[in-house]
């Protein structure tokens, strides 16, 4: 298919709030403001083309100049002459400014305004060669999320060789170079009450630096020469300064809290110093003489008591310790990355937290930890996260971080176990377990199995749309049975490959309980006004409905310096962005729980996959979820590296719209409200599209869901940086601001 349909794509940048506050926009945009309506039509645009006439010529915003030239990079994919673009640029700052009562049209008018001044940039440019047009179209993707298949008239070993540019310096640019990127770093990591536009005008050169490692080509890298630069320049210093695994650094500002959340610092320098073979540090080793954590918690004794005071239990001694060194210095990374909200979740979660960033901050503030990390989690799960024990125990916590975590924890526990007990239909009296078997007599049982052979049909994303009905394909449907259901409260479909016997998918109908299923649905409202995913150009013919993702993911292209790490809407910053994480952590955990008693072996893969790879961690696993509404896709197979979990939460509409086709194997799935099904995505599949007069109907809510997959590109990614973090030894390196440190 031609590339050439996604030349028309734009995007919001991230920082423009962050822009439209600092001078000379906000007091210009302020005065605009507050202008009457009627005199405003006549004196706007002048005051805005002043304002891109002083930003042109006035030598104290030359800084700007920069940013701007970075900003069409990213918004229109293109460079445009620096009058053109200071204008462009202006102009949707006052946009967003005038219309924030209003985000959701202020950014479609926004959009409409980046489309037109790139159209009409591209009308006075001549024609690229087709090569050239796509990797300029990779360089405008912004977090595309099609990776389905489709035809490329170039391969991807070909689109990289004409895209790499490797640069190699000679022995006498080496070390001006490393100096020189030694003092960027430090200018922007170190430096201190520095105004917020210099930062943003900083951050652009850090980014610049990476990308330059990135160009630095074998003949460079591997030089003796080169390796002594790194060195004798104090590059390598600062960069182990930057890398050094505990939190101190990125949480030592709130700007470079943001900072780190975005660029993942410490592992994009990680992976080109690892490339370079300069081991980075990333384990942390007490002192001898440094207090055991939990020694700094003073016995308890109750007031007014002539008793011996007596020890805190050892996790609740722990967890009272944090507590103190998260209050008084910061320690708990959640502004910096969010997801370690979850790391007490569970065993898994607290032993990987525990070796990335809790163990090297709390040696690196002067105390250590003896007890091996699953010993100490069996002791802070008994004595610390159940609601009884907690409320029973003398700990009294300060940090709102770890509260609210500890709160979060216990009300998450007890939901999995409710759910649980709801799927495996556990007596609440005996706490018995009633585990479904093997099951042949869908008479008696709820669980169905459907042998199938394999269809062998392929998929082709085209230009434009291909109707077809599922009879015109062969296909069958498969749908609930109302009896089932009667008896047993819900029936559930195993789809087996009658040559192999395995399972390829499955569907459950009455997935889950009602109260159990309107959480599901509260939590989906309260996400789904967030950005949905920009589509590739493969899907552009199908761009129908949103589809909300909630995660840590790999971009495709994206911002400048865009990397492995969570989606932009995940904050951690607030007692109220750590309660939407466990939200949506809840909402992932709940579906593994409700078709675990049907295939234990998909929650099984997903959760060794995603652990194995040392993901971010969502609950037990490391997938990323999507909050969808009226949300269509084409026949298509995606790139997973395990099996996908959907469900139907609600629908409206006739019975033959919304429906999930299993085309590879020769079926449709009946979707009706509360409808949860698990699937290779590897095998054709789609939705079955609703009729014109729903698709040309925008804003009715007609169907709402949610899907949760182990995408291959961020597995891939999260590989590289467990894999990096494991050959790296640990580096003895002066500080480079001299024995006090930090």
Known sequence: M???????????????????????????FGNLLSINTRLLRNTEQTILDKLVEDLKSNTSYANWHSVVYNWTQVT??????????????????????????????????????????????LSTLKPLSRVTWQLNLNDMASDSEDESESESDFSEEEILKTKSRTSNYSENQALSICQRWKNDLKAYFIASNIPHTQLVMTEEQIIEVIQACHKIGSKTYKSTHWLNAVKESGLLDMVAFICKPDTSLELSSDHLATSFRQHQWKNKFGLVFGLWSLGLPTSSTASQASLELHTIVKPMLDKGSNKKAKKFPLGQAFIQALDELDNTHCLIPTASQPLAAGFLNNEESFIQAYHSWLYPSIIARGYSVKHEPKELYSLISSQVLNRDTFAKSKISLKSWRLTCIINEVIEYREHIKRVRKEVFWINKAQETLKVQQPLTDSGQQDVDDYPLP????????????????????????????????????????????????????????????????????????SIINHPSVKRGAA???????????????????????DCYTTYPM??????????AIFRHIKDAETLLRTISYAAPL?????????????????????????????????????????????????????????????????????NVDNTTWWFDSSDVHGTIMPGNRVLQSQGECLSIGITMTARKKDQQQATKIRDMHQRAQKLTFASPFGAAGV
């Not at 673009?85 to 209003?102: C, Q």
């Open 76 to 121: 229109i994919g293109m460079h445009l002459p620096l009058h053109e673009s200071l204008s462009l640029f202006v102009s949707v700052l006052w946009k967003k400014t005038k219309g924030a009562s209003n985000q959701e049209q202020s950014n479609y008018e926004v959009q409409e305004m980046l489309k037109d001044a790139k159209q009409q940039a």
């Open 570 to 579: 995940l904050r951690g910053d607030t007692q109220e962005d750590i309660k």
């Open 602 to 670: 998909v929650v099984k893969d997903l959760q060794n996959v995603t652990s194995e790879a040392k993901a971010h961690r969502l609950g037990s696993t490391g997938c990323v979820t999507f909050y969808c509404r009226n949300y269509v896709a084409p026949q298509h197979k995606d790139h997973d590296v395990s099996w996908t979990i959907s469900t139907q939460l609600e629908r409206r509409g006739r019975d033959d719209e919304w429906n999930f086709s299993f085309t590879e194997w020769g079926v449709y799935i009946r």
């Open 454 to 525: 394999k269809t062998g049909r392929s998929s082709k994303i085209t230009t434009k749309p291909v109707c077809y009905h599922p009879n015109s394909l062969g296909l069958t449907e498969v749908s609930a049975s109302s009896d089932i259901i009667g008896r047993c409260g819900r029936h559930a479909v195993r789809f087996i490959d009658k040559q192999t016997k395995n399972c390829v998918g499955g569907v459950i109908f009455s997935a889950m309980k009602p109260g159990t299923l309107q959480q599901m649905k509260d939590n989906h409202g």
């Open 539 to 561: 899907f552009q013919a199908y761009n129908y409905g949103k589809m909300i993702p909630y995660g840590a993911r790999q971009p495709q292209g994206g911002r400048r310096g």
């Open 2 to 28: 031609s590339h050439l349909t996604s030349l028309t794509d734009v995007y919001l940048h991230d920082e423009d709030h962050s822009y439209a506050i600092q001078e000379p926009f906000v007091s210009t």
